[in-house]
């Protein structure tokens, strides 16, 4: 499938779905797939991301990842003040990528067009990409600040883990590249690689726990995260912001995808992905089936134990391990900055 196919999937979602829903007040495209040409072909390992935006003090639960037309498209909403200035969409690194190119599906009041217009002619000036890599260093250590050791287990590794993998988004964010979700260390490691700065890549893997995991075993580990991840897809009820990526649907994103970056050598990158999908699974096994969870407790703990965490105190001491290393990090983003011809 092209991704041109994939757009008119999601474009014919908004349509007859999103555009009659209340408060709406457009939609545009997101994550991996914005800035691809029409004639690239989609992954199989890959979704189509869609943002709706709407009017509303509350927001709904995002519909997450579903199947339109044949295309696994992945709804999310997003508040219509966080779009109120172009200056907002500029300072949050997590906005600004969408907005650099005209990635509009449907602007009712023409507010989204204009956005966007201000934030492409701004987006890669110096100041504006500092301040977006201020936006990410507060979400880390705004992230690891609010771990609470009271928390279940699975809740306190995914806050650990969550805020260690931002660090590859300071990297891709002074790159002006997409700060991606799954595949981010795959995508820090081509950044630091293009500038010359691959002797930083394992400061990463390390704080992450994987720079010395073999193939071998990153593959074993996958194939008990499968066996969770039917079970807990088998048993949800409980509706959680991430519930539909622990579906049938998403399987072959976090299964299959993960087994092909372990095909392609990339056993390392796929480990976030597969401990924060473990933790999800966990979470839900939690709710929803706490009887069937101490038979998947074990797959977890020794899949995070081969990242060097067996307890509180680990993830308390890796937390300070990332947090000591920001400085060095943004001395790295800087140099990138500075190096990348993009920067005006």
């Not at 999800?280 to 134990?305: G, N, W």
Request: net charge negative; hydrophobic share 45%.
């Amino acid at each position: 499938m092209k991704v041109r196919d994939a757009r008119v999937a999601a474009v014919d979602w908004v349509a007859s779905r999103a555009s009659r829903e209340a408060g709406y007040m457009g939609a545009y495209f997101s994550g991996s797939t914005v800035g691809l040409p029409d004639d690239t072909e989609m992954s199989a390992c890959s979704d189509i991301d869609v943002m709706v935006v709407l009017d509303l003090k509350d927001l709904p639960l995002k519909p997450g990842k579903l199947i339109h037309l044949g295309v696994l498209v992945e709804i999310s909403y997003l508040s219509w003040h966080q779009l109120s200035s172009a200056e907002d969409v500029l300072t949050f690194y997590h906005l600004a990528g969408s907005f650099r190119t005209d990635t509009i599906i449907d602007d009712p009041t023409g507010h989204l067009r204009s956005v966007q217009r201000e934030v492409s002619r701004h987006f890669a000036k110096r100041a504006w990409v500092r301040r977006r890599c201020g936006n990410v260093l507060k979400s880390i250590e705004r992230g690891l600040g609010s771990i609470d050791p009271s928390a279940p287990w699975h809740d306190q590794v995914t806050s650990w883990l969550f805020p260690t993998g931002v660090t590859t988004h300071l990297l891709l964010v002074a790159a002006l590249r997409n700060p991606t979700v799954r595949l981010r260390y795959l995508a820090a490691q081509q950044v630091l690689q293009a500038y010359g700065r691959m002797v930083d890549y394992p400061h990463l893997l390390r704080l992450l726990g994987c720079a010395d995991l073999s193939p071998q075993r990153v593959e074993m580990h996958l194939n008990e995260l499968a066996s969770t991840f039917d079970a807990a897809s088998a048993v949800a009820r409980t509706p959680f912001f991430f519930s539909s990526d622990i579906t049938a649907a998403a399987k072959q994103i976090v299964i299959d995808g993960s087994r092909e970056l372990i095909r392609l050598g990339c056993h390392r990158e796929a480990v976030f992905w597969m401990v924060a999908t473990f933790a999800r699974c966990h979470k839900i096994l939690a709710t929803d089936a706490p009887e069937l969870q101490p038979l998947y407790a074990p797959s977890f703990e020794k899949m995070v134990a081969d990242l060097g965490i067996r307890s509180r105190d680990d993830i308390r001491q890796r937390a300070k391990d990332v947090c000591d290393f920001l400085p060095d990090l943004c001395e790295v983003a800087e140099e990138i900055l500075l190096a990348n011809p993009e920067v005006e």
